[in-house]
């Protein structure tokens, strides 16, 4: 995607959040979150120019933050020469129109600025087609107070995505893109369900590495695999899924697969188009949590991807805790345990132990033999084919040797056949 933006003709924003005593933890803005929204509107191309957070015990029905607190925004917009306002919290349709009218300046929502830097990043075909289903899906509720932001398409953050002639057409024209969109993702989908079966019938473990935004998940599946995809210190860096194969030891190999990041308040458009690509969590064997040890709201953070793998993963996957960047904190900072390693990817450090944890968590069960098998087991080819990792098929006139890399179950069916095990 094209950068629009120069550091001197940078949108000008002013953040605004709502931290309401009727909010869930999910909903509320705070010092942190709104921290967190200054960083993704540099990621999207723009400078802060001031913050605000409001505490109410309700949102007001028609401003959301007030009419008084409303016109304050407004003067510190133009005391600021800003031209735009960016809120912390999820706005709808009539929030939207209503404070657009009092303050001056067209307003987005947290929801809309994340998908303004999808729309930047999104490289692949695939990724586009996610990246516009979920703009559509967010923008056909809003079609009739769009006004003012479709004057400004190609002009700024919050423009990029459909364009100026889609989004004034009618909302069934909408509808009907939505559903093909949709279908083409679904054409994705079957795409990878074959990939899947593939995988399967070679017998490769797949590891999906996981995290919040920005965490280093990039950086160590370049590290392992010398994948050479960009991992910059910024938000959203990566969003089209990238795999490799992963040599973990001598008898076994993986699938290593980065995903998109997650972050706090990830838009629910985001997380349904997505699924395309989220749904390799549901099949992954196992899973790396990438966590930045050296962040400030590191639990936080930690939080929201556990609730966001037990929505997304199968149940009773195992997730191995990487603490990443662990050479700038205290080693008493971070948690000792069984699934938990410490490492730095930039730096290299570690990498043998996550190694061996990945061993441990999925090879433990996997042999790697030769067996002989007589004619009359034929079929025990086609199964081991089918179930396991076959390195080679030789026919003798001793029997069908094979060399092979089997689970536990298929190991106890051969042991009696085994000439070679490694």
């Given at each position: 995607m ?5 550091k001197?003709v ?6 605004v959040?709502l ?5 869930t ?8 979150t709104?921290?967190?929204l ?6 999207a191309?723009?400078f802060?120019?001031?913050?605000v957070l409001?505490?109410r015990a ?5 401003s ?7 016109q ?12 735009m306002?960016?809120?912390?919290n999820?706005l ?6 209503a404070?657009?009218e009092?303050?001056g ?11 303004d830097i999808f ?9 586009r087609?996610?990246v ?5 899906q967010?923008?056909l509720?809003?079609?009739s107070?769009m006004g ?5 398409q190609?002009?700024?953050?919050g ?13 069934r024209?909408?509808?009907?893109r ?6 083409e993702?679904e ?7 074959v990939q899947?079966e593939r995988?399967?019938k070679n017998?490769m473990?797949v590891?999906?590495?996981v995290?919040?935004t ?8 370049n590290?392992?695999?010398g994948a050479?995809i960009?991992?910059?210190n910024?938000?959203f860096d990566?969003l ?7 040599t973990?030891s001598?008898?076994?190999?993986v699938i290593?697969s980065?995903t998109?990041?997650f972050i ?9 188009a ?11 064997d ?6 930045d040890?050296?962040?400030p709201?590191r ?17 009773g996957t195992?997730?191995l ?5 662990a050479d700038?904190?205290?080693?008493t900072?971070?948690p000792?345990?069984e699934d ?6 930039r ?6 132990d996550l190694?061996?944890a990945i ?9 790697q ?5 007589p004619y009359?087991?034929g079929?025990?080819?086609e ?15 001793e029997g069908i ?15 009696n ?6």
């Open positions: 094209e950068e629009i933006f120069e001197n940078q949108e000008r924003a002013v953040l959040g931290n309401a005593a009727c909010f933890k999910a909903q509320t803005a705070t010092e942190e709104m921290e967190e200054e960083a993704l509107l540099e990621t191309g723009g802060c120019t001031g913050k409001q505490n309700t949102p007001d029905a028609h959301f933050i007030g009419e008084g607190k409303a304050e925004v407004k003067m510190l917009v133009e005391f600021t020469q800003s031209t306002v960016v809120f912390d999820e709808s349709p009539g929030n939207m129109r404070l657009e009092i303050i300046v067209p307003v987005l929502d947290r929801s809309a600025l994340i998908l729309a930047q990043r999104a490289k692949t075909r695939e990724g087609l996610q516009e289903l979920a703009q559509y967010y923008l509720p809003r079609l107070g003012k932001n479709l004057s400004r190609g002009g700024g953050i423009t990029r995505g459909p364009g100026e002639t889609k989004l004034e057409s009618d909302r024209h909408i509808r009907e939505i559903d093909r969109l949709r279908g993702l054409q994705v989908r079957q795409v990878r369900a899947r995988r399967i017998s473990p590891v999906a590495i995290g919040y920005n965490a280093g998940k990039s950086t160590l599946l590290k392992l695999t050479g960009p991992a910059n910024r938000l990566t089209d899924t990238t795999s490799r194969l992963l973990v001598d008898n076994l190999d290593l980065d998109v990041g706090a308040k990830l838009p629910h458009h985001l997380v349904d997505f699924r395309a690509t989220l749904e390799e969590l549901e099949y992954a196992l899973l790396l949590h990438v966590i040890a050296s962040d709201n639990e936080e953070h930690i939080e929201v991807v556990d609730k966001l793998i037990a929505k997304l993963a199968k149940p195992t997730v805790r990487c603490y990443n960047k700038l904190v205290e080693p900072d971070i000792i345990g938990v390693v410490k490492m730095s990817a730096h290299g450090m570690g990498m043998e190694l061996a061993e441990k968590a999925l090879g433990h069960s996997r042999h033999i030769t067996v002989t098998l009359s087991m079929g025990m080819v199964t081991l084919h089918n179930n396991a990792q076959v390195l080679s098929t030789d026919y003798t006139g040797v094979v060399e092979t890399v089997v689970d536990d179950i298929l190991y106890g069916r051969l042991k056949y085994i000439t070679k095990e490694v």
